[in-house]
């Protein structure tokens, strides 16, 4: 179990972590300020892959942050004038948090108990009145989809940890990402050794062919649609491909490129072949374009008599 606590300060959120692990007997991992030197996708998927691994394998415990990567959405406009995570590297960390199906608790009491405990306490981030305004206003609106916890409302989590009781716990294995109940699974080639945090994740970047399968992808899917995962990890050790009928993963696999392809074949499962995006987009970006890759995708996984690739 991975749970992520975010909201603004003096809403209570370490208590409620402290809460949450005593009751769930989980480690807690408080976040602060995130470092300058590394990309954030990187810095906060690390994190996250580190505690999903750590859950797959520790028979039972698992994992609660006292803030992760949404509080950059909020906190880094307010304090330094810029999202360094952006849209691009919030929709990889969303697509990993629900690989791991984390349980995301916002913390928000009413405006004025969490504005009293602040100015009651030592300031963490900022001492502006302004800028407190700013944050609980901000994570007022990023809380849609996440279970809303208010600690005057219900003081001893007898709600919440029924919810959490009742959430379903299935994650993917730590080397896919994207929604456990996927009807499209995506395989790559393999991982680059060259990832500044060793984020051996499938096409886990904001550039080149990660960002254009990535916007490609927006065009005919929707999140809760897709999976992804590699063929190899970043050392060329084979990855596991948990086929529909063994696990009741009921995906469609669409193979990216030869080596892909490839591997299904060695695995002896049904898969449809698109190029890989990093071909594509050099040898028919500019005849075809993302558009016309969008279009090619769904040819292939809606007719499996389409037309011939083009060259």
Known sequence: ?????????????????????????MEVRHEGPPPTDIKLHLYYGRKLKAAKTQDRYSLGQGTVFDRLYLGETVYGPVLRGIDRLGPSSL?????LA?????????????????????????????????????????????????????YTKDPHCEYLFQRMKAHRFRSLPEWMIGSPNAKFLFIGERGSQKQEAYVDLPFWGVDNSSQYLNDALANIFKEEEIAFMNAYDMYGEPNTLLTSNAYGYPWRIIALGKAAAKFCEKQNVKYSEVPHPQFWRRFHHLSHGKAGYSQLILNRITDAHSSPLPR
Not at 1 to 20: C, F, N, Q, R
Not at 91 to 95: D, F, T, V, Y
Not at 107 to 130: K, M, Q
């Open 1 to 25: 179990m991975i749970v992520i606590i975010e909201g603004p300060d003096g809403a209570g959120k370490s208590e409620l972590a402290t809460k949450i692990a005593e009751e769930f007997r």
């Open 91 to 95: 929709k990889l960390m969303e697509r």
């Open 98 to 150: 629900a690989s791991c199906n984390v349980f995301k608790v916002m913390c928000l009491p009413g405006y004025e108990v969490a504005r009293r405990n602040w100015a009651s306490g030592r300031p963490e981030l900022f001492d502006s009145d302004a800028k407190f305004r700013a944050t609980y206003d901000g994570f007022s609106r990023i809380s849609d989809g996440n279970y809303i916890y208010d």
